[in-house]
């Protein structure tokens, strides 16, 4: 016979582990169902550490200008009849540049020319009554009174002469400077001269200027002063051609400092015979100060720099560890590092902004 109580216990507990059993099966089926999820890489490419030979230097920026620059200008007032150059021409000392109108002072010329005349003939005559009187004077035929004012005579004439001849002279270099001359040999620039322009005495006309050598200009603070003498080598890069470098050495210093900026006044002459460098150009000069010598390098884009420090990230175990460092000379793509790494390890070159400390990388070629 059934007992009815013990059926109504059993089918719950039955019914119990069941469901239990359902719920387990399911949970473990959900987590046979999720796979691993692998922390995330970033591919970079990297760069070994390596000693370089490295030459010591001071970097500047100048500006070139040539070694002879002339300005032209007018000595006379007077309006311009011909502009005889162009910008960019060569010309040689002497060449006319520019010409004025010069009628009234070649008028000038002749009406001096004619006094120089008078005072020639009234001169050769005051001589000759000097001669006949003296002569006459030694027979006893005139008195010394006479003969005396004959002398008074002649002086004067002899003084007229000398003061016509002096105001020929001076009319025509008035009438020389109608023409204007090029001071130097060099190339014409900033030419502001036109036809029909009146001009006044000091008035710029236009530049001459000796490009066969050219200046390099840098201010030298004063800290680097002792590191700075003249006939030190020098090279120069002009942003114009950047595949060239040209080659300098100091000339010029000056003693004393600038009194707003308080640097001295540097030129480094360069050699230009093809006439490549152009004064106003910029330039980045570059000073020679010690003998060669070997220093860590890498390139300048491994290099991060937050809050005045830097560091970089150093490929370890295939994480990019970052590395505090101190670095020294910039030198185009590459940059010395005076401390913080080793030859040989290899630095991150690429993303290194978005890199965090520790982050899984990948590199690549």
Do not use: C
Not at 140 to 162: H, I
């Amino acid at each position: 016979m059934i007992n009815w109580k013990s059926k109504k216990l059993i089918i719950p507990v039955i019914l119990l582990a069941g469901i239990t059993l359902i719920l387990g099966t399911g949970i473990m089926a959900g987590h046979k169902r999720q796979p691993d999820i692998p922390e995330s890489t970033v591919s970079v490419k990297v760069a070994e550490a390596q000693y370089v030979d490295v030459v010591p230097n001071l970097n500047f920026n100048g500006t070139l200008e040539g070694k002879t620059s002339a300005a032209v200008s007018a000595k006379i007032s007077g309006r311009i009849k011909e502009v005889l150059v162009q910008e960019g021409q060569q010309v040689s000392a002497g060449d006319s540049l520019v010409k004025l109108e010069t009628v009234e002072l070649a008028n000038g010329v002749r009406q001096a020319g004619d006094s120089v005349r008078k005072a020639q003939a009234s001169y050769d005559l005051a001589l000759n009554d000097f001669t006949r009187y003296q002569t006459l004077y030694e027979k006893g035929a005139v008195s010394e009174q006479q003969l005396d004012n004959a002398k008074v005579k002649l002086r004067t004439a002899e003084a007229d002469l000398s003061s016509a001849k002096a105001n020929l002279s001076s009319v025509q270099e008035q009438y020389s400077y109608g023409v204007i001359v090029a001071p130097v040999d060099g190339v014409v620039a900033n030419k502001a001269a036109t036809i029909g322009q009146v001009v006044s005495p000091g008035a710029a006309l236009m530049v001459v200027q000796d490009i066969n050598q050219v200046y390099a200009v840098i201010n030298v603070e004063q800290k680097y002063l002792g590191q700075v003498k003249t006939g030190q080598p020098a090279s120069i890069h002009i942003d114009a051609y950047p595949d060239k470098t040209f080659s300098g050495t100091v000339d010029v210093m000056n003693p004393e400092a600038g009194t707003a900026s308080r640097m001295f006044r540097t030129k480094i002459i360069i050699d230009n015979p093809a006439h490549e460098l152009k004064p106003g150009m910029f330039a980045n000069v570059s000073l020679t100060t010690g003998k060669s010598a070997q220093a860590l390098s890498i390139p300048q884009s491994a290099i991060v720099q937050k809050q005045g420090v830097y560091h970089v990230f150093v490929l370890e175990d295939s994480k990019a560890v970052r590395r505090p460092v101190e670095i020294g000379d910039v030198s185009g793509n590459t940059v010395i590092v005076s401390s913080g790494l080793q030859a040989g390890e290899k630095v991150v070159t690429t993303g290194v902004n978005r890199l965090k400390d520790g982050e899984n990388v990948r590199a690549i070629q």
